[in-house]
């Protein structure tokens, strides 16, 4: 049987172990299992943003000189320490949304053909899709992926199969399975397609290598595993072999060619720097730089092996204790096959969801229509936590706690 | 003769005098006249981001259930205390660029025809029309507005003449030469086709009165006169009976109703909150509310005024002692035609604006092809500091100090 003394070894052993030191860890008592949805706030972070605004009252305007570069060169850091792209490849700034209608938006004004996306997607992928489709007059095709294991090879080939398709956009990691999609084989599957990837779930917590597998195009988040901070501005990839092909639909000021010299039409700077469109918004900028950096420091392959072990714990646990409490497994049994996060059914998951993080003081958080989702970020999560929330967990279902829960909203993202 | 005890005695008068010690000055022999570009840091913001970073800290994902209504709670405020809406008018969230991006893009949805705008208008504001005029396949008709005047209501009458037009686009104070624009009139010409204002040198700076003025719909800028910080989210207004026909084309997660229940197609929000996309940056709308609210407190009508006595007072030293050192005023000589910056035509207004920042401590800026913009932001901005920048001014051309400066790229924004 998983014991908490398995727990503690794994924790006395663990090379990360040091990592949760450079993180803020306001109230002991609670544990966190949604990183997932928002990480922790860096201790380094704290301080980068003391000193950011001391340098905007300080620096003001003058600050630009420093800070107009820092969407690519916190791209490029993402790209060597996290993503496995080349210098010149990834641009920070805008929401993942709007990255993904940059993207999608790009692909559509240079190729005929239907949107393929699947059911699992998270859902302002689909939104997005569904307002591209309108706007450039496509079909938007949504596959059922399984639920459990996201969508494979061979649902990608039949849903690209009998028409023209001019783009995939898919999830690396489920939102709510954190089934981990086999990029490289998709990718086939859908050829002559580009496929878009959303790595909003997986990037910080495994390795991406967008390089060595051959992805074109990518958009991400940076406020989950990558602890960048609420709303934090997400990144977007461009292969550079695809990158004077690709036009955004949102021209803005910060992709013009020498942006400075404003009396000229609209003629996009060259990489993906072309991809930018508004004034980025800086403070917010540096988080994103601390966070990056902490994640490479770790190492994505140390991140992806913390990852499996933490999740096996729950997968464990869940088959010794929990099946016969009414979960079933809601993510893949393979660890090769999972991101960061374990996802239990229960027919009660919204109340006991709602009664953890109430009585139990164990934050995670629901997705409907019944999956609790157990985040266990890598970077700072201990394994004798995961396995404290998880003996919580039983006790309050044990006791039926869960069944007086008031039933208003929860709300978090 | 305008000398400095009368700017001493302005400043004596001023009723906004006392704002100044509500904001940042790091470095008392350096005079700031760019805050038309980017704003000064309020003591109130230093402090409500680090208390907001603290909470992501300590409250992590449960933020959000404050974090979630800030860019409605924040457009409420502007709309009553800066731009003269009702609530639920405007929101909070993305770049200008992008708010101008979805609300042209929803009009030309509903709307057949030209877009128009003009020769003055702001980069990103022709640069985002022409990526939609491409997409929609639209003509986008540029109008030549005067340089200093700006816009005029017989321009935009004649750009709109004999075709369709389905929106224009104008900015109220023109960024290069402060030029402010008649919307009463202007929106009276361009009938039935809606304007679209940016208000991104204006919010802040003077009153709007959106609602009492007949405005359809508006985007703007907050770390101008706003002083939310580099590169913070901007804000976007939609009158409220234009709101259910108007559709963003960038549908995202945070404009979807009832946006945790995420099994379902996209179904947008009903009002301006239907035009939020991803996630908003949490941090920077906290600096976005400290700027609005101070701006808010000062009163527009007296920034007004203020901002009038400020730029006159450039005027006056202009005429008195700078137009014999080759100057050209370029702007408007009627107060109530103008912005809270001056633009001084110049042939060598490069090298003097690089000059002015390296020699004199006079930190303004340069817009193609020979203006020197002065911005005076009467939250913050001293009359007698005014007068000592222009006397440093007057200084440094008189003995051609500006003829020696290196000649690289000066980039601010």
């Not at 930018?276 to 392959?301: D, N, Q, W």
Request: negative net charge; charged residues 25%; aromatic residues 8%.
């Amino acid at each position: 049987m998983t014991d908490r003394a398995y727990a503690e070894r794994l924790d006395a052993e663990d090379p990360l172990a040091l990592f949760r030191e450079r993180f803020v860890f306001a109230d002991p008592e609670t544990i966190y299992l949604d990183g997932n949805s928002l990480g922790r706030l860096p201790l380094a972070t704290r301080e980068r943003l003391r000193e950011l605004t001391a340098q905007w009252g300080s620096e003001l305007v003058r600050g630009w000189h420093e800070w107009i570069d820092l969407p690519e060169r916190i791209g490029d850091l993402l790209a060597a320490g996290v993503l496995g792209a080349r210098s010149g490849e990834v641009i920070v700034a805008d929401s993942t949304t709007v990255n993904l209608f940059k993207l999608a938006g790009a692909v559509l004004d240079t190729r005929p053909g239907a949107i393929v996306t699947d059911s699992e997607n998270f859902p302002t992928d689909r939104y997005v899709l569904d307002g591209l489709a309108r706007l450039h007059d496509r079909e938007l095709r949504v596959f059922e992926a399984d639920a459990v294991d996201g969508p494979q090879p061979d649902d990608v080939g039949r849903a690209c199969a009998g028409a023209d398709v001019a783009l995939v956009v898919l999830s690396h990691v489920a939102y709510r399975s954190g089934a981990l999609a086999d990029i490289e084989r998709i990718n086939g599957a859908a050829t002559p397609a580009p496929v878009l990837w959303d790595l909003s779930h997986s990037a910080g917590a495994l390795p991406i290598e967008l390089e060595s597998r051959g992805v074109q195009l990518a958009v991400g988040c940076t406020y989950k595993y990558l602890n960048a901070g609420p709303g934090a501005p997400a990144f977007l990839y461009v292969r550079e072999k695809l990158q004077a092909d690709l036009r955004t639909p949102i021209q803005g000021w910060f992709g013009q060619r020498d942006q400075f010299r404003m009396e000229r039409a609209y003629d996009p700077a060259p990489g993906v720097r072309g991809f930018l469109a508004g004034t980025p918004t800086i403070l917010a900028l540096g988080a994103v730089e601390e966070g990056a950096k902490l994640t490479a420091e770790a190492g994505v392959e140390r991140l992806r092996a913390k990852a499996a072990q933490l999740t096996e714990l729950i997968v464990a646990v869940h088959d010794e204790r929990l099946a016969e409490l009414g979960f079933r497994l809601g993510s893949p049994r393979d660890p090769a096959r999972r991101g960061a996060h374990v996802s239990l059914a229960h027919d009660e998951a919204w109340s006991i969801c709602r009664a953890l993080i109430e009585r139990a003081r164990v934050i995670t958080d629901f997705r409907g229509p019944d999956s609790l989702r157990l985040g266990v970020p890598p970077l700072y999560t201990r394994f004798a936590d995961v396995y404290e929330a998880l003996e919580r967990l039983v006790d309050l279902v044990e006791h039926g706690e869960h069944r007086d829960v008031d039933s208003g909203p929860l709300r978090v993202t």
